[in-house]
C-alpha cells in the first residue's frame, strides 16, 4: 500500500499556508502552545458528531483504536462495503497518499452517501472543499459517493428540554454538485502539498491574512518573532486585511501612520495612545463614573457557549452564565448561586434586586 503523505486535516493546512504543514511535520515542537478554546472546540466536535449518529443507528464504529492501525481499518472499511454493510461511522479510506475518515457513510439500494458534520450554524467554504477532498479520495479508491451532504447546527433550534431530537438540531445540505466542481483543484494542489511535506527545509512563505484564515496557525509564535511591538500588524482597532494594507504600503511602524485627515477615531486614539505610552479615554463618560454621587458595584459573570444547549429554551451557541460574583465598593458581596449547573440573566436580575440599594451604580 503506498505511503499516506496527507491526512485531511493537513491538506486543508496546505492550502491556507505551505510553510505551515511543513513545520506540522516536521519541526513539531515549534508549534504555539494549544489555548483552552481550541481543546474545546475538539470536544464540541466529537459531541455533535455522536449526536450526528443517532440520524443514523446501528452503524458500524471503523475508527482505528490507535495511530498505527489506519492501514488495517482501511483494509476492514472496504471489507464491511464489499460484504454488504449499511452504516459506517469514522470509515478510513486512502488513495494518493491520502487518508481520510468521513464522519458517516451509508449504503442503501446500490449508493454511496457521505455525510460530514460540523458543529457550526453555517457552511464555509472550508467545509466544503473538507468534503470535496474525501469525495476524492473515496472516489479515487472505487467507492464514489452518489450524494455528499453537511450536517450543520440548526442556528434556529430551540432547546425544548428532554433528550435531543437530531432531527430538529441538524440541518442537511447538499453540497454534491460543489464537491464535483472542486475535483480539479485536487490535480495540482495536492502534488504541491506533498512537496512542501516532505521538502528539504522550510519553504518561503511571508506572514499574511493566511496566518489567521480560515483558522489561526499555531505556529504564529515562529513566523511573527521578527515583527517589532509597534508594528501595524497588532492594531486592534482595524480589521485584518486594513492592516496588511497599511504593512505592504511601508509602514513599519505605527508613528508612521498620518493622523491627519483620518477619519478613523477609534484608530487614531490607539495609535495616540500607544506612542505616547498613556491611555486614551473620554473623559465626560469617566466622569459619569468616577463622579457619580452613588456607590458602585462592579458585576461579574462568566459565561460558557454550549453547541449543544443544556437549558430548556435556550439556542446552540447561546452564551450561558455559569457563575457570577458583584461587589460594591464598601466591601459588600454576593456570590451567584443558581438551581442549575448553568443559569439565565433572568436569575442574576433576581437575586441583584435583593442585594442593590437605589444610590447603587452597577458596573458590568
Known sequence: MAKTELSKSTFIRAVQCLKSVYLNKNRPFLRDHLEARQLNKFERGHEIGYLAWKLFPNGIDCSPKYPGAYAKAAAKTAELILGGAKILYEAVFEYDGIRVLPDIIVLENGEIN???????LNVSPTYILDAALQYYVLNGAGFTP??????????????????????????????????IQQQEFFKFKIPEAKAAVNAHKSPEVAIGPHCYLPYPCDFRGLCWKSVPEDSPLYLNSIDLQSRFRLASEGFTSISQIPLEGNDNKLMKMEIEARISGKPKYQSSELQKIFYSTKQQVYLKILFIENAIPRLAGTRPFEPLPIAWMALKEDGKFIKGKFSNPYGTFFEIAQQLQYFLDKQDLLIF
Open 146 to 179: 452518489s450524494h455528499t451532504f453537511i450536517l450543520h447546527v440548526n442556528k434556529n433550534y430551540v432547546y425544548p428540554g428532554g433528550e435531543i431530537r437530531p432531527e430538529d438540531f441538524f440541518v442537511f445540505d447538499d453540497i454534491t454538485s460543489e464537491v
Open 114 to 120: 457521505m455525510y460530514e458534520v460540523k458543529g457550526s
